[in-house]
């Protein structure tokens, strides 16, 4: 249909205006730094493709926030912003260290490494369902839930690095004592980055796409997060299903914690703050990526180049493109909205 | 006793930050808005106002910039849900991610650096007054005007036409149009004055109260907690002020503790008052929830009146409009 | 203050809720605005006080035109507006809310408010708590505070859209009273009503309004069989329906009280069988939601019980009556009913309730194709159902329901629709009666009403009679619907 079609035309310009706009104000910062944008935007791109080593560092930095965002589009889908992401990473990250303490020197490596991905999931899927109980049965906003259930499980970390799971000797934050290399997921020869990492957050994603597009769960989530009461009326259990999207999201937020502790080229060890904001990330990547999984691999690829071309730069600068890029595409997305509306009514 | 003032008195000298914060977070959410740009903010704030303050040589140019840059956020907040009718919840969010980083790029060649900060500016003869001279009246401009904002964001809301005016926007933007008042306009001052409120708080901050700016920067985290203790005041600004040197004197305690416990490691304390202030977060909103309702009506009379006292002493309701937009033909 | 009113239009979409309508009040009077709902009387009072704009038309204050273009300029020009769900502020106090938005100095001076209420409330015979909180008053003194203060701004002109909806008779006295006092002290009042007993009682020149536009206007004291005709028109021959012989009992209500903050039904007891089907008449807001609500598990009633097919379901949950084979379809049939965003086929798929794990979406295609053809829904399988017109909505909610279902319950199954959905929509209801289906359903329309029930239930402000429909007569019916024969 030739309206529709102008439609979307449109509507994909604009948020193409979005994306431009947000480009602009990031050179600006840029310039505010006293770099030139040009030099930067060819250190970001060289920085993250120039050498296999770089395309390695690109990679493992994919596969945290693939899994993160694989599990927050099952939240999102449901209409609940699952702050708490950060805290089920943390927490997937304790259980798998805890696991492996466990286990290490009793079973033998690869089952070792399969029951603290066990333990990180179930630690993380824990979590989120703390999190989508103070909602549904506390009346805590899941914002707030979620943000002091980041908090505790922080402390938490803190208080095992330093205390009991702390290295003899050392009285520091850094870490606990870094797990043996028999321990880490085996890489790619040469290269930081391990397959079975990248392949996780790949299986994620796709889980999660088949799980929304083609289950009834997805489904019945896809109706919640539209109108929570016509789902009830229509049959739905609603607060069943919602609880299960916090606990199937903090479980791929468990595995994204357990890749971060025995990924090839990670500290191999548990450390505060371990989620690195890659919680936050994923749901940047959601919301840019309109909430459909296809986008998410992208933008979440593009994200983690970013992320890795910035380091020479400025850590932080990466989250200041990341974060203009998605207020642009949300205004754009708003002006469309608003001033903008369908042609045909309905 | 001398020490229990000294301790009040610290945490009289550290709350500026955090009382800024939460009475403009109050004024904002009495609007009917959520400012969750919070935690950026404070930090985005503090960079600028420090970076202008040693750039100029002026604090008041710092104080300045700071509630500019508080402002400027605010704006975007409001643009984008009330004249974009987005959701208030994920413009807030992407902002207090990308002003906190923000912060970080553009304050690197101000890291470390020593700079200008408020001065001791005892009150001649209140600080005199036997317990509280010592606690209020021995330390600065900014102290004292902390105090003095709590003051009239008390005596606005209650005590004067418009403050009233606010209180009703909040509760009820309906019935507030009826009255008369310019519901969206009205909105886009408060969330601005908020704003400005707020980075003040941070300029507070990298001026006073942990002079110059660092990476990481202590605030971080501290708007998270203001969104909570304006909750826990029940929007009002002596509940909420109490609500933020309660957490300052958890937060002071936690470095006496310290010092008390030398084996216990640092960072415990200093991330614990965090957990206890969502803890008692959950305390005073869980009386909402409808089973606990069904559970109250289920106890036996005497229990039952003692335990809805309770709650309801502790009971925080939001302004019946935060969050919603006022749909009109 | 003489108000005039000319040529007033004003539509929402394709409504037209007033559509030409001229009308003159005079100073010292008790106007009635008298029509049922959907008439246009809130539409064109809130045009009058500035609440909502006119597409075309005048307003005429003492003669000279004016502007209002809010209810701030409204009551600057002297006209006030008591709105049916009181528009005030429940957490604060009667005196901030009597307090709240009126003009003067900055700060507050809250004794000489307090004096100023107090006084007004004394010549009214009013008994306001100035400290209590809003919330704890009821609706009938919500109402006496919005009267004050509307007074104390200077209204010349007071409006109140259906004040007695849900108010105590000794309230509704003193509101009376009041209302006198005010009309002798040369106030104009228009009094927005649909109980015709009230409107004798009060009031002196009647309006009637049907359809948006003017019925006719009447000077009290009129038999009420005039005002009703004017109000309801001229009752449209229809087939009526094939009684169905009604089976085993399907819906017991035994002494049944439900409530909800505003209202409370007590004491109910009705028997339904199966094919049987009753309307539930009444105003909006006389308790019709509570009961379907209550018989759909969706409402915990406060006394009673419920029994569905002998089983006992009193306070199960909603998910209990769904397996019964009770569907309830709400009013709001898109957000409540339907939910958008989503597809026909998606709905089909959802309401199948399937217990496998993966959706056979062509499956789902195949069943959504069929029940389109079957309801003669205009749209396909992916069509989402914001793009859908009422009269397919509605029929996608029908073909949403499972093939045998022991009680269906429906609110306002045919608004807003036109003749032929309405025709097709009850169609493929009877097919279900005559499959054994009980269905209760509440209307405004009382021709659909007449038609289509076997037996009918009045509602009016939570007491229920029951009336024979084949017996029944529209104007009869009316009267009931009006409050006649409650007391």
């Known amino acids: ?346 | 006793m001398g020490s229990v003032l000294d301790f009040l008195a610290a945490v009289v000298a550290a709350s500026p930050p955090i009382v800024f914060a939460v009475l403009g977070e109050t004024i904002t959410e009495r609007a009917g808005v959520i400012n969750l740009s919070l935690n950026g903010t404070l930090m985005l704030s503090a960079m600028a106002g420090f970076a202008v303050a040693l750039s100029t040589g002026s604090l008041l140019a710092g104080f300045a910039a700071a509630m500019g840059v508080g402002a400027l956020v605010a704006l975007v907040i409001a643009f984008g849900s009330l004249t974009l009718r987005l959701p208030q919840v994920a413009v807030g969010f992407v902002l207090t991610l990308l002003c906190r980083d923000l912060a970080y790029v553009l304050g690197q060649p101000y890291t470390g650096r020593p700079g200008p900060q408020v001065p001791h500016r005892p009150i001649p003869v209140l600080e005199g007054i036997p317990v509280l001279g010592q606690v209020l009246f021995g330390h600065n401009v900014v102290v004292y005007l902390s105090l003095l904002a709590i003051v009239l964001t008390w005596l606005y809301f209650f005590r004067t036409r418009p403050g009233l005016n606010l209180l009703g926007l909040g509760e009820g933007p309906v019935a507030a149009f009826v009255r008369g008042i310019d519901v969206v306009r009205a909105r886009y001052l408060y969330t601005l004055l908020g704003g400005a409120l707020v980075g003040f708080g941070g300029a507070s901050f990298s001026l006073l109260v942990d002079p110059g700016w660092s990476r990481p920067k202590g605030i971080d985290g501290t708007g998270w907690i203001a969104l909570a203790i304006v909750i826990f005041g029940n929007w009002q600004p002596l509940r909420g002020a109490l609500g933020a040197y309660f957490f300052v004197v958890l937060q002071q305690l936690a470095i006496k503790l310290q010092s008390a416990l030398p084996n216990v490691p640092t960072q415990i304390f200093s991330t614990l008052p965090f957990p206890l202030m969502i803890l008692t977060l959950l305390l005073v909103t869980i009386g909402n929830a409808e089973w606990v309702q069904r559970a109250i009506g289920a106890l036996p009379e005497g229990t039952r009146r003692l335990v809805l006292r309770l709650l309801r002493g502790l009971q925080t309701t939001p302004p019946a409009g935060l969050g919603t937009t006022l749909e009109q033909e | 203050m003489r108000v005039e009113l000319r040529d007033i239009h004003k539509h929402f979409g394709p409504v037209k809720a007033n559509d030409g309508i001229s009308l003159r009040v005079e100073p010292g009077t008790i106007h009635a605005l008298l029509g049922e709902n959907g008439a246009g009387k809130s539409t064109l009072m809130k045009v009058l006080s500035g609440y909502l704009q006119p597409d075309r038309g005048t307003i005429l204050l003492d003669g000279k035109p004016v502007a209002i273009r809010s209810p701030a300029e409204g009551i600057a020009h002297g006209v006030g507006m008591l709105h049916q769900d009181p528009l005030d502020f429940p957490a604060l106090s009667v005196l901030d809310n009597f307090v709240l938005g009126s003009p003067g100095p900055l700060f507050l001076d809250r004794r000489r408010a307090r004096r100023e209420l107090e006084r007004l409330c004394a010549a009214l015979d009013f008994r306001l708590e100035p400290e209590a909180p809003v919330s704890s008053l009821s609706i009938g003194e919500r109402q006496q505070l919005e009267i004050v203060r509307l007074l104390w701004l200077g209204a010349q002109v007071l409006i109140l859209d259906e004040p007695t909806t849900a108010i105590s008779a000794q309230q509704k006295a003193k509101l009376f009273a009041a209302l006198r006092a005010l009309a002798g002290q040369g106030k104009t009042i228009v009094f927005v009503s649909h109980k015709l007993q009230e409107v004798e009682e009060l009031c002196g020149p009647v309006t009637v309004l049907a359809r948006g536009r003017v019925a006719g206007e009447v000077e009290m004291p009129c038999s009420p069989e005039r005002l009703v005709r004017l109000m309801f028109g001229q009752a449209i021959a229809t087939g009526k329906r094939a009684p169905v012989p009604p089976g085993e009992p399907v819906l017991e209500l035994e002494r049944l009280t439900v409530s909800d903050w505003r209202l409370e039904v007590r004491d109910l007891s009705l028997t339904v069988r199966a094919g049987e089907v009753i309307g539930l008449a009444g105003l909006e807001g006389s308790g019709q939601r509570l009961l379907l609500q209550a018989c759909a598990g969706l409402l915990r009633p406060t006394s009673g019980r419920v029994r569905l097919a002998g089983r006992d379901l009193t306070g199960r949950p909603y998910r209990h009556f769904l397996e019964a084979g009770v569907a309830y379809m709400p009013g709001g049939r898109l957000g409540e009913g339907l939910i958008p965003g989503l597809t026909i086929a998606e709905h089909v798929a959802l309401s199948e309730r399937s217990r496998s794990f993966l959706v056979d979406w062509r499956a789902a295609a195949r069943s959504a194709a069929e029940r389109i053809r079957h309801y003669q829904i205009r749209g396909e399988p992916a069509t989402p159902v914001e793009a859908l017109s009422g009269g397919n909505q509605q029929r996608t909610l029908l073909g949403l329901l499972p093939p045998s279902l022991r009680l269906l319950l429906l609110e306002h199954p045919t608004r807003g629709l036109d003749l032929e959905s309405t025709e097709a929509i009850w169609s493929l209801l009877d097919e279900r009666t005559r499959r054994g289906t009980a269905i209760l359903f509440a209307s405004a329309d009382l021709d659909e009403l007449l038609d289509r029930s076997d037996r009918i239930l009045v509602f009016f402000g939570g007491r229920v009679v029951e009336m024979d429909a084949r017996t029944t007569t529209v104007e009869q019916l009316g009267e009931r619907i009006g409050g006649r024969g409650f007391d």
């Open chain 1, 1 to 346: 249909m030739e309206a529709t079609r102008r439609r979307a035309i449109r509507d994909g310009l604009l948020q193409s205006a979005g994306i431009l706009v947000a480009l602009a104000l990031s050179a600006v910062v840029l310039l505010g730094m006293g770099v030139s944008p040009w030099e930067a935007a060819a250190r970001l791109v060289g920085g993250a493709f120039s050498s296999p080593g770089d395309i390695a560092s690109v990679l493992r930095t994919w596969a945290p926030v693939l899994l993160c965002s694989a599990g927050l589009l099952l939240t999102f889908s449901a209409g609940m912003w699952n702050i708490g992401i950060e805290g089920q990473v943390v927490m997937g990250a304790v259980c798998t260290t805890g696991a492996l303490r466990l286990l290490q020197g009793v079973l033998p490596p690869w089952a070792a490494l399969l029951l603290s991905a066990l333990a990180g999931l179930v630690g993380g899927a824990l979590w989120g369902a703390l999190a989508g109980a103070l909602r549904l049965y506390g009346n805590v906003n899941e914002i707030f839930g979620g943000l002091g259930l980041n908090f505790i499980a922080n402390g938490l970390t803190v208080y095992l690095v330093l205390g009991p799971w702390g290295r003899p000797g050392s009285a520091s934050t850094s870490g606990t004592e870094p797990f043996p290399r028999a321990l880490w997921l085996p890489a790619f020869p040469g290269f930081d980055v391990s397959p079975y990492e990248v392949a996780l957050g790949l299986l994620a994603i796709a889980a999660v796409a088949i799980v929304l597009r083609g289950t009834y769960f997805g489904l019945r989530l896809k109706a919640i997060g539209q109108s929570l009461r016509a789902a009830f009326l229509l049959g739905v259990p609603t607060a069943s299903h919602l609880m299960a999207a916090f606990f199937f999201c903090g479980a791929c937020g468990g595995l994204a914690g357990w890749v971060l502790v025995v990924g090839a080229s990670t500290r191999h060890q548990l450390y505060p703050l371990i989620s690195g904001g890659y919680g936050f990330l994923g749901v940047l990547v959601v919301m840019l990526a309109n909430r459909r999984a296809g986008w998410v691999l992208p933008i979440s690829f593009f994200f983690a180049a970013i992320a890795m071309g910035s380091v020479g730069l400025d850590s932080s600068l990466a989250g200041v493109i990341q974060g203009l890029l998605v207020l642009g595409v949300l205004f754009s997305q708003g002006l469309q909205r608003r001033y903008l509306p369908r042609e045909e009514g309905s």
